[in-house]
């Protein structure tokens, strides 16, 4: 059973647009959500993470947007670049806990 | 800046080989982890070591065994390949009282036959 769910499972958009990926999960006991970015050939790389006491933190062009009440979380890359074609994973666990679980992936595709 | 080191980056098995993967880290991290990405599953835990000494079981450790040599190094032992395990396996790293994964390594693909 996927603890998060996530989608799409690829993207494509256009340079300068903005790239929405969402995640979705049950367990109300996850309080840290991180987001992981993994182009071929490479292992994932942090990105970005966010814990449930806010509703949004932005790093950049990054940004996460949290909906404690629909235990939702989202992505959101602003003005896309062909840079950012890449495989992004949600993920979420439990403070205290060493597992992460990992959505299935994103495949984000940016044309110029 | 190597980071987290993979050996080997490819490796083909027959059923019922063994092998060990061998991964080490240069940050001083003190927690290490061993992963297995498969297509449509994301990444799941096979093994956690929080220090020297100590590991872990995780998600899938069924087939695995694992070795913290040393603070640097994490090696992951499969005793007898199976097709299923065929994968790519990542190790990664993070700092003390860091209980996810900071820092992967660029992962070994093993094909099992």
């Known amino acids: 059973q996927q603890q998060v769910k996530q989608s799409p499972q690829s993207l494509i958009v256009q340079k300068g647009g903005i790239s929405i990926i969402n995640c979705a999960y049950e367990?109300?006991?996850?309080?840290?959500f991180p987001w992981y970015q993994q182009f071929p050939g490479k292992g994932p790389a942090l990105l970005i993470a966010?814990?449930?006491?806010?509703s949004e933190k932005k790093e950049g062009r990054f940004t996460i947007s949290f909906n404690k009440s629909a235990k939702q979380f989202s992505l959101h890359i602003m003005d896309s670049q062909p840079g950012d074609s890449a495989t992004y994973f949600c993920?979420?666990?439990?403070?205290?806990?060493?597992?992460?679980?990992f959505g299935t992936g994103t495949r984000l595709t940016v044309i110029p | 800046n190597a980071g987290v080191t993979q050996t080997p980056k490819f490796q083909v098995l027959k059923t019922g080989q063994s092998m060990t993967l061998q991964c080490a880290q240069d940050m001083n991290h003190n927690s290490m982890y061993w992963y297995r990405q498969d297509p449509g599953m994301g990444l799941r835990l096979i093994y956690y070591?929080?220090?020297?000494?100590?590991?872990d079981k995780g998600e899938v450790p069924n087939g695995y065994n694992v070795s913290r040599l040393n603070k640097r190094e994490f090696s992951l032992r499969l005793e007898s390949a199976a097709p299923s395990q065929t994968s790519v396996y990542f190790c990664?790293?993070?700092?003390?009282?860091?209980?996810?994964?900071?820092?992967f390594g660029d992962g070994t693909r093993l094909s099992i036959l």
């Open positions: 966010i814990r449930p006491d806010v």
């Open positions: 990664a790293s993070s700092v003390w009282g860091q209980k996810q994964p900071q820092h």
């Open positions: 070591s929080a220090s020297e000494g100590t590991t």
């Open positions: 993920a979420a666990s439990i403070s205290g806990a060493n597992n992460l679980f």
């Open positions: 367990n109300t006991a996850f309080d840290y």
